[in-house]
C-alpha cells in the first residue's frame, strides 16, 4: 500500500502519477507497486515537482509497519530506534563568504571578460530554413482544400523573406471555417489565385530549403494531394515538424495544441488560424528552440547544410567535415588517416577489410549514396 499526496505541484504530474495510482482526492494518491516501481516514481516527483511539496508513507518492515518520505526542506525523516520520525530543521544563517563586495564582484567580471576575450565564442552555423503553413476547409486531404498559404524564410537568426497566397477552390467555404480564419468566400473569389499558380510559387520560394512546422504532416499530406490535383511535382523538400521536439523539451504541458505551446515560450500569435501568422509564429518558436540549443533540431538543420551545400557526385569530401571526423578512431589498416580517402577515381577497387566504403569512416557513411559511381 502506498500513499503519495502532493500540494502545489504542477498538474501534468498529477495526471501523469494516475497512470499508476488512483487520485481519491485532489492530491491524494492511493496504489500498490513493486519496490522498484515505487522509488523510481519517487525520483520521477522530485524531478517535476516544481515549488510544490510531496510526502510519501509506504508499507515497510519495521515496529510502525510504514515508512515514508518527504520533499520538505524544512523537515528530515530520522529513525529514532527503528521508529521514523520527521524531525524539524533549525535554519541557521551562512556566515558571509569572502567576494561578497562590489569591488571583488567588478575584480571577478574583468577577470572573465579577459577570458572571454582570448577565446571568442565561435557560433555553430545553422543553414536557412522555410516556415510554412496552410489554412484549409477542413480536416480531410481527400475531401478538402487549401485556402490559404502562407511561407516565411529565415537565415537562422531573422526572418528574411515571405510568401502568401489565398486560393481560389472554387467552392463555398463553410461558416464555421470563414469564422475561425477570417476567410470568406467572396475573399477567395477577390483576391484568390489558381491552385496551379500557387504551387508554382511555393515551389519557387522554397527552393531546396528545409520546410520547418508545428505537426507539419498535415501541411504536407495536403500539399502533396494539391500537387497532384494540378499535376505537379510533388514539394520534396526536407520536413522538419517542431511539434514532437517540443514533446521531448517539454514533457509535463497540460497539451500541445500550437496555442499552448505558444504561450509556454511566451510568443504572440497577432491572428491565430492565419497563415501567415501561424507560419511567423513558427518561425519565432524555432529561433527560441535554436537559442536553447534544442540538439534535434540542430543536428537535422546541419545535416541538411552537408547534403545540400556538397551535392551528389561531388566526389570530394568537403574540409567542412574534417572536425567530424578528426576525433573518429580509424582502423590502422585504412592508413590511420580519417581523410585518407577524400576523393574516389572510378575504377579502383574499394578494399573489402574496409566495409566497402571508399571512406573508410563509419560517421561518413552517408556520403556513400551522395556519389553516382559509388551508388551505381
Given amino acids: 500500500m502506498i500513499v503519495i499526496t502532493l500540494t502545489k505541484v504542477p498538474r501534468s504530474l498529477r495526471g501523469d502519477l494516475t497512470k499508476w495510482f488512483q487520485e481519491i482526492q485532489t492530491g491524494v494518491f492511493v496504489g500498490s507497486v513493486s519496490a522498484r516501481i515505487r522509488d523510481k516514481l519517487w525520483d520521477r516527483v522530485q524531478e517535476n515537482i516544481g515549488s510544490g511539496q510531496a510526502t510519501m508513507v509506504y508499507s515497510a518492515a519495521n515496529e510502525l509497519g510504514y515508512q515514508f518520505k518527504t520533499s520538505r526542506t524544512d523537515y528530515e525523516v530520522v529513525d529514532y530506534d527503528g521508529i521514523p520520525l520527521m524531525m524539524h530543521l533549525v535554519t541557521k544563517g551562512s556566515p558571509v563568504g569572502l567576494g561578497f563586495s ?49 511561407a516565411l524564410k529565415s537565415d537562422g537568426q531573422n526572418e528574411t523573406g515571405a510568401f ?6 472554387n467552392r463555398g467555404i463553410p461558416e464555421g471555417i470563414s469564422r475561425l480564419t477570417g476567410i470568406t468566400s467572396a475573399d477567395l473569389i477577390t483576391q484568390g489565385v489558381p491552385l496551379a499558380e500557387a504551387m508554382t510559387g511555393l515551389r519557387e520560394f522554397v527552393s531546396n530549403w528545409p520546410i520547418v512546422g508545428y505537426n507539419v504532416n498535415f501541411d504536407d499530406g495536403f500539399l502533396l494531394a ?49 497563415s501567415t501568422s501561424d507560419a511567423r509564429a513558427t518561425l519565432q518558436l524555432a ?22 551545400v556538397f551535392p551528389a557526385g561531388a566526389g570530394v569530401i568537403p574540409d567542412v567535415t574534417a572536425d567530424l571526423v578528426r576525433s573518429t578512431r580509424v582502423p590502422r589498416r585504412c592508413g590511420g588517416n580519417p581523410l585518407s580517402a577524400t576523393r574516389w577515381q572510378p575504377g579502383k577497387g574499394v578494399p573489402r577489410r574496409c566495409g566497402g566504403n571508399p571512406y573508410h569512416i563509419q560517421p561518413l557513411s552517408w556520403f556513400v549514396w551522395c556519389s553516382p559511381q559509388v551508388r551505381g
Avoid at 571578460?113 to 486531404?141: C, H, N, W, Y
Avoid at 502568401?164 to 477552390?169: E, S
Avoid at 497532384?228 to 497539451?255: C, E, G, S, Y
Fill in 226 to 274: 494539391a500537387a497532384h490535383d494540378v499535376d505537379q511535382p510533388a514539394i520534396k523538400n526536407r520536413m522538419i515538424d517542431l511539434l514532437p521536439l517540443v514533446k521531448k523539451a517539454n514533457r509535463f504541458m497540460d497539451n500541445y495544441r500550437l496555442s499552448t505551446v505558444l504561450e509556454t515560450y511566451q510568443i504572440t500569435n497577432e491572428h491565430p488560424h492565419n
Fill in 164 to 169: 502568401k497566397c489565398l486560393i481560389n477552390v
Fill in 287 to 308: 529561433l527560441q528552440l535554436i537559442k536553447k540549443r534544442c540538439k534535434r533540431l540542430l543536428k537535422r538543420l546541419r545535416l541538411w547544410d552537408l547534403f545540400t
Fill in 102 to 150: 562590489n569591488a571583488a564582484k567588478y575584480r571577478r567580471a574583468a577577470k572573465f571578460s579577459r577570458r572571454a576575450q582570448k577565446k571568442p565564442i565561435q557560433s555553430k552555423r545553422v543553414m536557412p530554413f522555410v516556415s510554412l503553413d496552410v489554412e484549409t476547409t477542413g480536416l480531410s486531404v481527400s475531401d478538402d482544400q487549401i485556402i490559404s498559404i502562407g
